[in-house]
């Protein structure tokens, strides 16, 4: 079993860069596909981007594709998102997943372990 604690959260204006981490203890993050989700007011959790265990390969919503970079430092077992020229329809909490599946891509059912989340929030 895997725990996932997010930080890097915040207010920022339209336009600002932010930094998610996803720190995991208990297990290895190499023995998981990993991905960020997120859930506004009102709104469904939508999946933003993931990272899979066994090569490495990327994918992203389509809102977020050029802006958005999910990567993985093994060494410091955390998961990172890199957000850029944020929006206002960025704004949400941020989820961190972990899944024993080997490409979940954007399912969030497959998704076995998730973080608590961080607030991230864009004002215009």
């Known amino acids: 079993q895997v725990q996932l604690v997010e930080s890097g959260g915040g207010l920022v204006q339209a336009g600002a860069s932010l930094r998610l981490s996803c720190a995991a203890s208990?297990?290895?993050?190499?023995?998981?596909?990993m991905a960020w989700f997120r859930q506004a007011p009102g709104k469904e959790r939508e999946f933003v981007a993931t990272?899979?265990?066994?090569?490495?390969?990327?994918s992203y919503t389509d809102s977020v594709k050029g802006r958005f970079t999910i990567s993985r430092d093994s060494a410091k077992n955390t998961v990172y998102l890199q957000m850029n020229s944020l929006k206002a329809e960025d704004t949400a909490i941020y989820y961190c997943?972990?899944?024993?599946?080997?490409?979940?891509?954007?399912?969030?059912?497959?998704?076995?372990?998730w973080g608590q989340g961080t607030q991230v929030t864009v004002s215009s």
């Open positions: 990272i899979s265990k066994r090569d490495y390969s990327r």
């Open positions: 208990g297990r290895t993050l190499s023995t998981y596909a």
């Open positions: 997943a972990a899944s024993l599946t080997a490409i979940p891509l954007g399912n969030r059912y497959k998704y076995d372990y």
